[in-house]
């Protein structure tokens, strides 16, 4: 072995170099074992949401590879049939895209004023927003419910639109600002060279270059709030549930209804699945563009 090839070699991190040694075939097997171990809760819910009752009280899921026979469509017919679960889908969808739109478009606006504009108090504004990461959605519930009472929003869509907004709007600001303060200032002044105002370098510029960081962002927005259920539980009109709550209230009411259970668990599940797999390339580079910045 030559210096340089030492040279190299010790340059190497200890992953690379067990990698190097084996091959990858090695890690590549562990790696689909990992994928395979974390995918089974979901495979099993799949299975589950299309085998009949007495057969789930029976048997476990994985008896269903023996007896195909087991398989059949009509636990989502009891779902489809289930009115208050299905209305529940709606009401999450109404929850879910516009707090998550919001988020988005009010965290990109706010970024890029944090990264690119001068104003009084730019600095301190911002280590308030840093502060506001801190702050656990639990300390708020109480204050936020009287608020929310006082001024009739408390158990309506619209209150929860806005709590969720709200709490992710410090994520968002920080996570956008750091991302947009890394393009380079050559670009932003050559464009304001050519006449671009704020609005034309923000729309034409910063946000195409911060396209995998808002992906990233939005991809994060829509999962936490689909999946809520402490704020869905306070917040949320108890007669127009979110998937979620409306859930919960069938396990306490209907403990043995595992027929409308499983495949609106499963259903519930495949939205946030579908959204992160569409935007799954974005989501990646906006995450190495954080680690690499």
Request: net charge negative; hydrophobic share 60%.
């Amino acid at each position: 072995m030559t210096t340089a090839d030492g040279v190299v070699r010790a340059k190497q991190s200890l992953p690379a170099r067990i990698a190097a040694r084996t091959g990858g075939g090695v890690l590549r097997i562990v790696l689909i074992l990992v994928g395979l171990f974390w995918l089974m809760p979901t495979v099993g819910l799949l299975v589950s949401s299309l085998r009949a009752p007495q057969d789930i009280a029976e048997s476990g899921w994985w008896t269903v590879f023996t007896e195909p026979a087991q398989l059949t469509w009509a636990s989502y017919g009891h779902l489809l049939e289930n009115a208050k679960v299905m209305d529940s889908l709606l009401t999450t969808a109404l929850i879910t895209v516009p707090a998550t739109v919001l988020v988005v478009v009010i965290g990109a606006l706010a970024g890029y004023a944090f990264a690119w504009m001068d104003f009084p108090g730019r600095d301190a504004w911002f280590m308030v927003v840093v502060g506001l990461l801190v702050v656990p959605v639990q300390v708020a519930l109480i204050p936020v419910a009287e608020l929310f009472g006082a001024i009739g929003l408390f158990e309506t869509t619209p209150g929860v639109i806005l709590f969720h907004t709200a709490f992710g709007l410090p994520f968002a600001v920080f996570l956008l600002r750091n991302f947009f303060a890394e393009i380079p200032r050559e670009l932003l002044e050559a464009a304001r060279l050519d006449g671009a105002n704020e609005i034309r370098l923000f729309t034409r510029v910063v946000l195409p270059l911060g396209g995998p960081a808002i992906a990233s962002l939005g991809i994060f927005q829509f999962l936490w709030v689909w999946n809520d259920l402490l704020v869905a539980l306070i917040f949320a009109d108890s007669g127009s549930p979110p998937i979620t709550v409306a859930l919960q209230q069938e396990v306490r009411q209907f403990g043995n209804n595992i027929d409308v259970l499983a495949p609106g668990a499963f259903l519930s599940m495949v939205v946030p699945l579908v959204v992160f797999f569409a935007f799954q390339r974005q989501f990646v580079s906006g995450v190495m563009a954080g680690a690499v910045k």
